[in-house]
């Protein structure tokens, strides 16, 4: 066949080239050309800026808490209409 020079040589790339590639997809440079232009195109960042303080959280759960309380009553309240009315 190729002899062990083609062998050594095979061997090589087989190492080789998977490091290389590793090594320049995965370099700085790579990212900066390709990726980080289109990256907030595709990946905007959050329109709304989340709460990092406990208070800001707890007053956004309470708000959440009252919303949800004021759709259950509005449920409740359509459900029973419905029925009342069936009954009529």
Known sequence: ???PGLEV????FYVFAPIGFMVYF?????YERFVAPDLYKFNPPPK???????A?????????????????????????????????
Do not use: Y
């Not at 995965?26 to 790579?30: A, D, L, S, V």
């Open 9 to 12: 040589a095979k061997f090589a």
């Open 56 to 88: 800001e959280i707890l007053k956004l759960n309470e708000e959440d808490r009252k919303m949800r309380m004021e759709r259950r009553l509005a449920r409740e309240k359509a459900l029973k209409e419905m029925q009342e009315a069936e009954q009529k």
């Open 48 to 54: 709304q800026k989340l709460p990092t303080e406990m």
């Open 1 to 3: 066949m190729g002899g």
């Open 26 to 30: 995965g370099g700085p440079h790579f």
